[in-house]
Structure formats: structure tokens, C-alpha cells
């Protein structure tokens, strides 16, 4: 069993917290915005989105970088992101 890091104490300021309540809900509205009807599956617009052959991919990879980038200026560390 492998011991996990611990969790690094972080002070956000009011500015800080309201551009990750952003990227959260970009990220959310990507992976789980809607439910399939008569399941329990979620899907968001990275599957709606990535059935577009070859311009479905690069949107979304966009989208991931922006995430990442902006993770990155908020000082998330290397090995969360």
C-alpha cells in the first residue's frame, strides 16, 4: 500500500478562489454536464464535442490546456496537475 502525499496547506485569496470556481464548473460542464436518460452515465461536451472528426480533438485539447495553464498560475503543484 502506497502512503499518500499530504495535502499541502493553501491559503486562496478572494480572487484566486472565484477563478477556481471557474475552472470547476469548465471542467464539470466538460466531463459530467448532462445524465443520460434510463442510466447513471454522465457525459459533457468533450463527448458531444469529440464527435467532431479531428476538430473535436483539438477543441477540447485546447480546453484542457487552458485548464492546466491556469492551474499552473495559481501554484497548483506538478504533481496534482
Known sequence: MQAQK???EI???SSSEDRI???DKLANAM???????FT???????TL???IPGVGDTLT???SAYIIR?????GVPTWVK
Open 40 to 46: 447513471e452515465i454522465r457525459v459533457g461536451w468533450d
Open 6 to 8: 499530504p495535502e499541502p
Open 61 to 63: 485539447s485546447l480546453v
Open 70 to 74: 491556469e492551474a499552473h498560475q495559481l
Open 21 to 23: 470556481d471557474k475552472l
Open 31 to 37: 466531463d459530467t454536464n448532462w445524465k443520460l436518460p
Open 11 to 13: 491559503i486562496i485569496d
Open 49 to 51: 464535442i469529440g464527435l
